[in-house]
């Protein structure tokens, strides 16, 4: 397997940067859905699910149009929230040589799995009339989740050497997804340029923008899926903003699917984690300047609902255990500290730096932002094993 991810830079409109990221990555838009099929079908059988999709052996009996189909019921809160990444999202589609509905999967991802049932037959052009059925409680959606078990971290200028500000994270997925992993350059018409550690096909994922706002995430579960917002538009549009004050007002508007948790900074030195809900959202209070984040709630109007941490209960210690470690180097905190924090093997394969067949979960990627500096550093996989590659967003 590659070292590093494919490197994609696009520009222009948002179709004709659809139509280019298309064609770049027309491999893995192609395969994502018999891959997500794999990723759901992995989680079902791991966690024994009976739900409305699954048998007896809990596999769903889910195919690839039934994906299709699911996906075309969130267009219109794609269309309500950034019609412009609708139109990339068409691009996309026309590069990689594949139905709309198929490049509109990529960008709903798991939240398919909450679409209990659809009857909706597609119209010429791709898109689909009629309704369809959700649920409102976890449901399979909120249990595919549980596959993503990342740690994440903001460290503000009162805790580096150099002053300045360093966000990042470990991504912990299914080990099919790396295969999918890209690092995309976008230099749009009109906003800031970003570069994103992302998936072939996917327009919104963790980055770093020109305009110094970098953000990354944790999978949360509180029980609650709604058909709506999926998260991946909303994380695009954080990295059109110009501060964390845009970011905030971006996430006051959008209307979420599931539960996450971002942590967002920018290079005035300011950083916010929001842990958000189809409810609303909390602001997770930073300690000396210093946020440390992983797969359960930590604010006090969210922690009471928390439903993750029984089936991830690694995420408190990949908690103490990160947070120990910068509390120790405060003060003394360089990139270089970062990264040897995400080697970390201390707490075996379902660590910080995770190795975890069973399950199955590993760290697909390591990624750290720079928005003093403008760069962002990514290592493929695991990164005690592979080195990272710094990407300037200009």
Known sequence: MPTTFPFVEIRGGPRERGRQHGEACRHQVQHYAETLLRVLSGEAALRSLETADAGASGRPRLTREDLYARALTFLPFFEMFAPHLVEEIRGIAEGADVPFAAAL?????????????????????????????????????????????????????????????????????????????????????????????????????PGLNGAGVAFFQNALSNGVWRHAL????????????????????????????????????????????VEATPDGYAIVELEDGVVVHTNHFLSDRFRPEERLLGSLPDSAARLARMSALVDEARGQITLETMQRFLRDHDLGPAGICRHEP??????????????????????????????????SVE
């Open 105 to 205: 999967l990529v960008n709903v991802r798991a939240e398919v799995a909450g679409v209990m049932r659809v009857q909706a037959p597609a119209s010429a052009d791709g898109c689909a009339a009629g309704t369809a059925g959700a649920a409102e409680t976890a449901g399979a959606a909120g249990r595919a989740k549980a596959m993503e078990g990342c740690t994440s971290f903001g460290i503000g200028r009162e805790a580096t050497l150099r002053g300045d500000v360093l966000l990042g994270q470990n991504q912990d997925q299914a080990p099919e997804m790396e295969a999918l992993g890209i690092v995309l350059q976008v230099r749009p018409d009109d906003g800031p340029p970003m570069v994103m550690a992302t998936f072939g096909g996917l327009v919104g994922y």
């Open 230 to 273: 999926p998260h991946y538009p909303l994380k695009r549009v954080l990295l059109e903003q110009d501060d964390v004050d845009g970011c905030l007002r971006t996430v006051d508007r959008a209307r979420l699917a599931s539960c996450g948790n971002m942590v967002i900074g920018d290079r005035h030195g300011r950083i916010v984690d």
């Open 358 to 391: 069973e399950r199955p979960m590993k760290t697909i990627a390591s990624i750290i932002a720079e928005p003093d500096r403008g760069l962002l550093h990514v290592a493929r996989g695991n990164p005690c094993e592979n080195a990272y590659v710094a990407y």
